[in-house]
């Protein structure tokens, strides 16, 4: 193969064999594609990662305003106007880890649990009994801050 120049009409004789730095150049190249595809994968695997915390951090951010303005009206209205913030707060019915007792008091996806935790505070008592309804309503309490500190520890709930 021969080649010529446009001022010189010398034919330049080019040695079309490959040596060792077209394989290196071959070679370099394919390992940075692999390297881009590499970073590629990577990064929308970060994404998607951070989009979950994202997820996860609002959920936590909205349980925990609703928990805080439940404990609050419950030292204002006691068990009345929280069904809203029960209701709100609950996702699976099926699950009584949080609070049971006051499912089953304001009656909102109430379960067996809360029930059962009901029953043992109000005994043979009238529910409407003073009494009956503080011990119910320091036992709530408790549920809440309980429902507070696993949210605040990490634990799903």
């Given at each position: 193969m021969?080649?010529?120049?446009?001022?010189r009409h010398v034919p330049?004789?080019?040695?079309p064999t490959n040596d060792w730095v077209d394989f290196?150049?071959?070679f370099s190249g394919v390992i940075g594609a692999l390297l881009a595809a590499a970073a590629i994968w990577y990064a929308f695997r970060q994404s998607a990662a951070a989009k979950r915390d994202l997820i996860r951090e609002r959920r936590l951010e909205f349980e925990l305003g609703l928990l805080a303005?439940?404990?609050h009206q419950m030292s204002i209205t006691r068990f009345g106007h929280i069904s809203g913030y029960v209701g709100a707060l609950v996702r699976d019915?099926?699950?009584e880890t949080d609070l049971p007792l006051i499912r089953?008091?304001?009656g909102i996806k109430a379960g067996p649990k809360g029930a059962a935790?009901?029953?043992d505070i109000v005994g043979d008592e009238p529910a409407i009994?003073?009494?009956v309804q503080e011990r119910l309503l320091a036992r709530g309490y408790k549920e809440v801050d309980e429902a507070i500190q696993r949210r605040l520890d990490g634990d799903k709930a």
């Open positions: 021969t080649l010529t120049l446009c001022l330049i004789p080019v040695d290196l150049g071959a303005q439940l404990r019915s099926a699950n089953a008091v304001v935790i009901k029953a009994a003073s009494e």
